[in-house]
């Protein structure tokens, strides 16, 4: 973790310096760097966009567990990019996992997949106890 706080203060000072350092890390199977590299790539901040780059990343750092990379994968596939099709049943399960790890977000995106119907069966007592779990992490808009 001492290498993620390192890239994390080194960001804040020299974003170059980070992006030379954070492709080794995640070569090397860093989550957190993982994930990094693939926001840089999707919003083109720094390194020109790629939404290939930041999917391949993103898939690699979620497959390690990471909270964030599983729930932007699921976004990745309910939107559609990069491939331009859409898959729901790929994001709702990426959406499960990121779940799993406690993130309110995911937590707020099942709960509206279940008062929905939009790739989770509708259910408004389960939507409920997510937008609960989501509330009790602070997420004010659940």
Request: aromatic share 12%.
């Amino acid at each position: 973790m001492a290498e993620a706080y390192y890239l994390g203060n080194l960001v804040k000072q020299d974003l170059n310096k980070a992006l030379e350092l954070w492709p080794q890390a995640a070569e090397n199977g860093h989550p957190l760097s993982q994930y990094r590299l693939a926001m840089f790539y999707r919003d083109g901040q720094v390194v020109e966009a790629n939404l290939e780059e930041s999917f391949k990343w993103l898939t690699k750092a979620a497959k390690l567990g990471y909270p964030e990379a599983r729930f932007a994968l699921g976004e990745a596939y309910e939107s559609g990019q990069p491939y331009g099709e859409q898959n729901q049943v790929e994001a709702v399960g990426w959406y499960l996992k990121a779940v799993e790890n406690r993130l309110a977000a995911a937590q707020l995106k099942v709960g509206n997949l279940h008062s929905t119907e939009n790739g989770l069966e509708k259910n408004p007592e389960l939507a409920f106890q997510y937008y609960q779990l989501a509330t009790g992490q602070g997420e004010v808009s659940a």
